[in-house]
């Protein structure tokens, strides 16, 4: 599984966002330490609050199917730059994946970037941390 074919998956992914109020569609593409895609579109909300972003769409559609162990996840906007997880999903990230688990940000196709969770998220809040009282 190439990054490259994950970035395309993220863009189709992207298609099928649901984004009436910020009319900012992403899409997303989760590799699963087995070689399975899960894709995931942003899903926005009249409420706004019940928003969920096209990674945690990735994530909790993969978690509910019984997938525990991911690879790398490409995020694909349409913004023309590269597109960075938020923070909410990336301590969704934090709960399932170890520090090498990549995070792939895709300006096009054939342009991206590529970070670990590490990288992105320092200092992190994690299930570790429960276990220190
Ligand atoms: O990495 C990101 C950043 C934003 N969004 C969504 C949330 C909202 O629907 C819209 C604008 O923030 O983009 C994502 O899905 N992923
Ligand atoms: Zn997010």
């Known amino acids: 599984m190439s990054r490259e074919t994950l970035i395309e998956e993220a863009y189709e992914a992207k298609k099928n966002a649901y984004v009436p109020y910020s009319n900012f569609p992403v899409g997303a593409a989760l ?9 995931g579109c942003n899903i926005e909300n009249a409420a ?15 978690v509910s199917e019984g997938e525990r162990r991911f690879r790398a996840i490409a995020v694909a906007g349409n913004t023309g730059d590269y597109l960075f997880p938020c923070g909410v999903c990336r301590q969704v990230m934090m709960e ?24 992105l998220f320092p200092g992190s ?9």
Do not use: Q
Not at 31 to 39: A, P
Not at 52 to 58: F, L, Q, S, Y
Not at 125 to 133: E, R, V
């Open 31 to 39: 590799l699963t330490e087995d070689g399975k895609i899960y894709r």
């Open 48 to 62: 706004y609050t019940p928003t969920n972003c096209a990674e945690r769409t990735a994530f909790f559609k993969a």
């Open 96 to 119: 399932f994946c170890d520090e090498a688990f990549e995070i792939i940000v895709a300006r096009d196709k054939s342009d991206y970037k590529v970070f670990t969770l590490a990288e």
């Open 125 to 133: 809040f994690s299930a570790d941390d429960l276990k220190k009282i």
